[in-house]
């Protein structure tokens, strides 16, 4: 089962996380800060994270903040360390990045490190959820 969005971009599948709850939250935040709005006549799809930008350290920071409880969730839910440091490089360089004026609103619009996460976490915890099946036969 998916979990439907405000973003066609972003969809869940919901039966690999533990509680279908929390991925409908994540989900909906993930696609809130990265992709929930679109640019008229375009395919360009932006979120709370591109509109934090424009405001300097403060919007960028915001963002990060929001970026850093998605991870927080996954590390609640057993996302393995690597998975989490991959998402933590995301969050990292968007922030990084993001923070540059002009440029980096540019780029937290393109670059989607929330999106990038959930689908990073959707898989690890799909692996998860398979080594607890084994373990459990």
Known sequence: MTVPTPSTT???DTSVFPEEKAAARLARLASL????YRIPGTGIRYGWDGILSLVP???DTAGAVVSAYLILEC??????????SRML????????LGS??????VFDVGFKANRRNMRLAQEALKRVA?????GAA
């Open 130 to 134: 398979e080594e607890r099946r084994a």
């Open 89 to 96: 490089g995301n969050l990292g360089l968007d922030f990084a």
């Open 10 to 12: 972003l969809a869940v």
């Open 100 to 105: 540059v004026p002009v440029i980096g609103t």
């Open 57 to 59: 350290v403060a919007g």
């Open 33 to 36: 800060m990265d992709d929930r």
């Open 75 to 84: 590390w609640r839910m057993g996302v393995k360390k690597r998975t989490l």
